[in-house]
C-alpha cells in the first residue's frame, strides 16, 4: 500500500484567512481525492485530482472556495479559500491506482483545522 | 445512484468476544468492490478488508471476516476475538468497477466499542 504523509497536520486560523494542506505519496498513483470529515461523521467527497487536468469537484464544492493543484504523480495540495468557523474540520487526502486491482483508496492522516 | 447503509451507528463488546457490523448496499450494478475501513481515534483511515462482487467466497484477514450476501445486498464484518485496539470507526464503503475514477461511497459509520 501506498504510504501518504499530510502537513500540516493540524492548524488554527483565523476567519477569513486561507491554508494550504499538502498531500505527498511515496509512489506514483492515478488518483487523488480530497475528504472533509466532521467530527464522528462520515466523509465527504470534495473533488477528485487527476494529474495534468482539473480537478473535477462534488456538487456543493466550488473551485474558488477549495482550490486544487496536482503538478504531478505524487503531490497534491488543498487550499481552503476565506474561511468561517463552518470550514473546521478533518481534511484528508487519499490516493488510488497504485498496482492493486482493486484500486481501493489509501488514505493520509489527515489535517484538523479549527477557525476562529 | 449507489448508496451504503450501516444500521448501526453504536456497538459494544466485551474485550475476546466476537462482534458483526452490518451493512448494506445498494446498486442495480453486478461488477463491484466493497470495502471495510477503520478509524481509531488517531483518525488515521485502515483498509481492513475488501471483497469482489464475482467472487463467492467471503474475504477474511485475521480475526477480521465478512459475510458478502450479494442476492440480499448485505457486507457485514465479523471481528471475533476483539481487542482494546479494535475501538474505532468502522465504515463500509462500495466502489463500482465501471468507476474510471475510482470514486468510494462510504456508509456513515458504525462506532465500536471494546469493553475491558
Known amino acids: 500500500s501506498a504510504v501518504i504523509s499530510q502537513k500540516p497536520s493540524r492548524d488554527i486560523c483565523q476567519r477569513g484567512t486561507s491554508l494550504t494542506i499538502q498531500c505527498q505519496v511515496d509512489?506514483?498513483?492515478?488518483?487523488m481525492f480530497w475528504y472533509r470529515q466532521q467530527p464522528g461523521q462520515s466523509l465527504t467527497l470534495i473533488a477528485t485530482?487527476?494529474?495534468?487536468?482539473?480537478?473535477?469537484?462534488e456538487s456543493g464544492f466550488v473551485i474558488d472556495k477549495f482550490p486544487i493543484s496536482r503538478p504531478n504523480l505524487t503531490f497534491s495540495t488543498l487550499t481552503v479559500s476565506n474561511m468561517s468557523p463552518e470550514d473546521s474540520s478533518i481534511y484528508l487526502c487519499?490516493?488510488?491506482?497504485?498496482?492493486?486491482?482493486?484500486?481501493?483508496?489509501?488514505f493520509g492522516p489527515g489535517t484538523r483545522l479549527t477557525v476562529l | 445512484a449507489q448508496t451504503v447503509t450501516q444500521s448501526q451507528p453504536e456497538m459494544s463488546v466485551q474485550e475476546a468476544e466476537t462482534v458483526t457490523l452490518s451493512c448494506t448496499y445498494d446498486?442495480?450494478?453486478?461488477?463491484?468492490?466493497l470495502f471495510w475501513y477503520k478509524q481509531p481515534p488517531s483518525r488515521q483511515m485502515i483498509l481492513v478488508i475488501r471483497?469482489?462482487?464475482?467472487?463467492?467466497q467471503n474475504a477474511t484477514e485475521n480475526r477480521f471476516s465478512v459475510n458478502f450476501q450479494k442476492a440480499a445486498k448485505s457486507f457485514s464484518l465479523k471481528i471475533s476475538d476483539s481487542q482494546l485496539g479494535d475501538a474505532a470507526m468502522y465504515f463500509c464503503?462500495?466502489?463500482?468497477?465501471?468507476?474510471?475514477?475510482?470514486?468510494?461511497?462510504f456508509g456513515k459509520g458504525t462506532r465500536l466499542h471494546i469493553l475491558p
Open positions: 485530482a487527476n494529474q495534468g487536468s482539473e480537478a473535477t469537484y
Open positions: 471483497q469482489e462482487a464475482y467472487k463467492q
Open positions: 487519499s490516493v488510488s491506482g497504485g498496482h492493486s486491482s482493486y484500486n481501493e483508496q489509501f
Open positions: 509512489s506514483q498513483v492515478t488518483m
Open positions: 446498486t442495480s450494478e453486478s461488477d463491484y468492490y
Open positions: 464503503a462500495y466502489r463500482s468497477a465501471a468507476d474510471r475514477d475510482d470514486k468510494i461511497i
